[in-house]
């Protein structure tokens, strides 16, 4: 059973930047894709990329597309998502997913506040 | 992108009740489409993937149908636990987006 463990809450300034990590634990780390998923205040879910690590090359929505890189690390099995030049939309509870296309599994969050 | 619409927006409903959710997508995506219950403080959970079929671990309550544009997610009998809201995703191309979900409520 995979298992998904995020870093803790965060609070940054507008214009600072964020960086979340995605521990994975139980499964093959490698060949499968994480994904990063958001949920801002009232909003729905909304994609943000996501990478398999094997191929290392991640993809992005064009909605972050030049703020957001994700990484990973294998030799920690460890994902990471980072959100650049950070405004106030970007208020959000960011998760990461895994299992492929279907999303099998969540980690538990992480909330990310912007604000002066 | 291709856009997901999800109706109705919020629902009530009473423990018993059979219910049904529709999504819709801006153009075909076969059936790339997943079915997503999520409750506040909580990540979300997969219930049904590639349209129909139903995530182990997940009453069978729950089932999914459709392909092409137009989806249904239908819980049979209402549970008290079965409130929360209920979110497709299609996973057919990148960006893989989300309907706006739908937010089941006791009546």
């Known amino acids: 059973q995979v298992q998904l463990v995020q870093s803790g809450a965060e609070v940054k300034k507008p214009g600072s930047s964020v960086k979340v990590s995605c521990k994975a634990s139980?499964?093959?780390?490698?060949?499968?894709?994480i994904n990063w998923v958001r949920q801002a205040p009232g909003q729905g879910l909304e994609w943000m990329g996501g990478?398999?690590?094997?191929?290392?090359?991640?993809t992005y929505a064009q909605n972050f597309q030049g703020r957001v890189t994700i990484t990973t690390d294998e030799t920690t099995s460890t994902a990471y998502m980072e959100l650049s030049s950070l405004r106030s939309e970007d208020t959000a509870v960011y998760y990461c997913?895994?299992?492929?296309?279907?999303?099998?599994?969540w980690g538990q969050g992480t909330l990310v506040t912007v604000s002066s | 992108d291709i856009q997901m619409t999800q109706s109705p927006s919020s629902l009530s409903a009473s423990v018993g009740d059979r219910v049904t959710i529709t999504c819709r997508a801006s153009?075909?995506?076969?059936?790339?489409l997943n079915w997503f219950q999520h409750k506040p403080g909580k990540a979300p959970k997969l219930l049904i993937y590639?349209?129909?079929s139903l995530q182990s671990g997940v009453p069978s309550t729950f089932s999914g149908s459709g392909s092409g544009t137009d989806f249904t997610l239908t819980i049979s009998s209402l549970q008290p636990e079965d409130f929360a809201t209920y979110s497709c995703?299609?996973?057919?191309?990148?960006?893989?987006?989300f309907g706006q979900g739908t937010k089941l409520e006791i009546k």
């Open positions: 153009q075909s995506i076969s059936s790339y």
């Open positions: 997913a895994s299992g492929g296309i279907r999303f099998d599994y």
């Open positions: 590639a349209a129909s």
């Open positions: 139980g499964g093959t780390f490698s060949s499968y894709a």
């Open positions: 995703q299609q996973i057919y191309t990148t960006p893989y987006t």
């Open positions: 990478i398999i690590p094997i191929f290392g090359r991640a």
